[in-house]
T-cell receptor, first 110, second 117 residues
């Protein structure tokens, strides 16, 4: 079977840095995605990793270690609008049928 | 430009009735995906279309669920004899599959919230 683990909830302070971890055990791996989902809205794409290492995109960075089945999303200079759920997803077959974790709900406090 | 649209946005139905959910992908996107998101759960993959064909139907939870896509564009997800456990948000996504692309970003619609009484 497939499994993705993420913390259910996290809280962080405005202006701080937060790291959201994701571990996965899947039968296939063709890359790992991070999506952001504000309450009641559609998920929006944040990042994609297929090779080991860090991908940086503005305030957001994503890291992957394939040997450890581990990824994290790093959010810097947190803003109130970053309060959302962050979804980790693995592309199992390369056909983009994504297997999602249950998501981490991040609350940013003043 | 217009994003992925879904209709209806909300649907309340009685147990045992059939429902049809519609997805209009971004124009030109060749791939279309259906997911289900239950309360407190992650997105659950249901089915994937490339053009009008569905190479992967592995996620459909039962034979009460079916989907079709016509003209390489609009897709409908049909749930027959709905059950209370079918209550969820049904999300559609589309992507432009480019040969040689490292990845294909999926663009999600706002979802249809289905409530089965």
């Amino acid at each position: 079977g497939q499994n993705i683990d993420q913390p259910t909830e996290m809280t962080a302070t405005e202006g701080a840095i937060v790291q959201i971890n994701c571990t996965y055990q899947t039968s296939g791996f063709n890359g790992l995605f991070w999506y952001q989902q504000h309450a009641g809205e559609a998920p929006t794409f944040l990042s994609y990793n297929v090779l080991d290492g860090l991908e940086e995109k503005g305030r957001f960075s994503s890291f992957l270690s394939r040997s450890k089945g581990y990824s994290y999303l790093l959010l810097k200079e947190l803003q109130m609008k970053d309060s959302a759920s962050y979804l980790c997803a693995v592309d199992l077959t390369g056909a983009n049928n994504l297997f999602f974790g249950t998501g981490t709900r991040l609350t940013v406090i003043p | 430009g217009a994003g992925v649209s879904q209709s209806p946005s909300n649907k309340v139905t009685e147990k045992g009735k059939d429902v049809e959910l519609r997805c209009d992908p971004i124009s030109g996107h060749t791939a279309l995906y259906w997911y289900r998101q239950s309360l407190g759960q992650g997105l659950e993959f249901l089915i994937y279309f490339q053009g009008n064909s569905a190479p992967d139907k592995s996620g459909l939870p039962s034979d009460r669920f079916s989907a079709e896509r016509t003209g390489g564009s609009v897709s409908t997800l049909t749930i027959q004899r709905t059950q209370q456990e079918d209550s969820a948000v049904y999300l559609c996504a589309s992507s432009l599959v480019l040969r040689g692309a490292v990845y294909n970003e999926q663009f999600f619609g706002p979802g249809t919230r289905l409530t089965v009484l």
